[in-house]
């Protein structure tokens, strides 16, 4: 339809140019258009603007087009003018300082007497050779003299992954800050006593559930660490029914992962993974109640974080370093003792104790310097994550260790724990 619209079209325009040509050839043109100008009342010619190019290719083709016109379309003047020229400086002049110019500019005589008394020398002419040997001399030091002594006393230095995270000139203070804080965040050790309707096995089942969520969904591990610090803090000032925990905590798995993940899953997930048991109403109505309670104190420092300072610091193996986080994960499946301890405590016995297993060696005068743990501070934690580990393997709840028997940590968990600790003087 549209192609015959388009001819139809088409024929319309030709039958009409037809016409218009039938027409001129009888009557005429009724006005007479001057050349290289649109059409004028007074028949002038319009000049053709001048320009600074193309001189001989523009005037040539402005002769040829004049001589095709009629007589009366030329005008006179430029009939008698040639082509367009283009000016060219002439040779610069001596200037003349003689009285005869002076006179003919009319300047006074003062001013004329002040040339005379303090005229300039004319410049000397510089040789070619002489100036390409300065410009190619590197012998000569640079007039502007720059101050050199701060950029050549401060280096960049290339930065691990690992110290872009901890970086060397702040690390101290860092650490020292983050030990203070973790003293402020904490739950109370003895919380389970309060709670009337939920127990410490309940507690661990839901936080093997969390273990597994963060593995579906390859959430970080600090997110796991994060959530759980929420529900501790959270169970220790409110008390929950049994039928509300999972609730809470994946609600706090989802307050978690906003905080620390990039693309932390959505809110439908979360409901998904609870098997539909609460609605998106209810999750974000516990999330609301969850971080009332918190006072939105969500940046709090985790075991993991310490670890793998310490790990950095102690110049770790990979398999040690892996064996230290699978130690320090499977204290958030026990409340009590695990809770009666700083992160940074449990993060130090962790690897305190995969150095033992490993035979490497233990906590020399640099890692007390640099962590402020002596050995002796750790002996009731590594005792206690060495009854931890030997007990791991007849729980209930397996996710933790089903985790790191995998290839990805070098299957340190199903490692044999050693039937006697070292001594801790």
């Known amino acids: 339809m549209s192609e015959y619209a388009a001819d139809l079209h088409d024929g319309e325009n030709r039958q009409s140019r037809r016409i218009k040509r039938e027409e001129l050839h009888v009557n005429g043109p009724k006005t007479k258009r001057a050349a290289f100008s649109t059409l004028t009342t007074n028949n002038t010619l319009r000049v053709q603007p001048f320009r600074t190019a193309k001189q001989s290719a523009v005037s040539d083709k402005n002769q040829d087009e004049l001589k095709t016109l009629p007589a009366p379309y030329i005008s006179k003047s430029l009939r008698e003018s040639s082509s367009f020229t283009i000016h060219c400086d002439t040779e610069p002049q001596k200037i003349s300082r003689d009285s005869a110019t002076h006179h003919r500019l009319q300047i006074h005589p003062g001013v004329t007497g002040l040339v005379h008394v303090h005229s300039r020398q004319p410049l000397s002419v510089i040789s070619q050779e002489n100036f390409q040997n300065e410009i190619e001399s590197d012998n000569e030091e640079s007039p502007m003299v720059l101050d050199e002594s701060t950029s050549e006393s401060v280096k960049p230095e290339k930065l691990s992954p690992k110290d872009q995270i901890f970086s060397p000139q702040y690390a101290a203070d860092i650490y020292c800050y983050l030990r203070t804080l973790e003293t402020n965040y904490r739950a109370k050790p003895n919380y389970m006593r309060k709670q009337q309707d939920i127990s410490p096995s309940m507690r661990s089942i839901l936080i093997d559930w969390l273990v597994e969520v963060g593995e579906e969904y390859k959430l970080d591990g600090e997110?796991?660490?994060?959530?759980?610090?929420?529900?501790?803090?959270?169970?220790?000032?409110?008390?929950?029914?049994?039928?509300?925990?999972?609730?809470?905590?994946?609600?706090?798995m989802f307050v978690a992962a906003k905080y620390q993940e990039i693309y932390p899953p959505d809110l439908a997930e979360f409901v998904y993974i609870t098997d539909d048991t609460y609605t998106k109403k209810q999750v974000l109505r516990m999330e609301h109640l969850v971080l009332k309670v918190l006072a939105f104190d969500l940046a709090i420092p985790t075991p993991l974080y310490f670890l793998r300072r310490f790990c950095q610091l102690a110049e770790a193996r990979e398999i040690v370093e892996y064996l230290s986080m699978y130690l320090c994960e499977l204290t958030i499946m026990e409340a009590d003792p695990y809770l009666r301890y700083y992160p940074s405590m449990i993060a130090a016995s962790s690897l305190y104790l995969a150095q033992h297993m490993f035979n490497d060696p233990l906590w020399d005068t640099n890692m007390q310097m640099q962590t402020d743990y002596k050995?002796?501070?750790?002996?009731?934690?590594?005792?206690?994550?060495?009854?931890?580990?030997?007990?791991?393997?007849?729980?209930q709840q397996q996710a933790v260790r089903d985790k790191y028997r995998s290839e990805k940590y070098l299957f340190v968990g199903d490692m044999n724990p050693p039937e006697y600790l070292p001594l801790l003087k």
């Open 375 to 395: 050995p002796e501070d750790l002996r009731e934690c590594v005792v206690n994550l060495h009854r931890s580990l030997r007990a791991a393997p007849r729980c």
């Open 223 to 252: 997110t796991l660490y994060l959530a759980i610090n929420y529900i501790d803090r959270f169970l220790s000032s409110m008390a929950v029914l049994r039928g509300k925990l999972q609730l809470v905590g994946t609600a706090c």
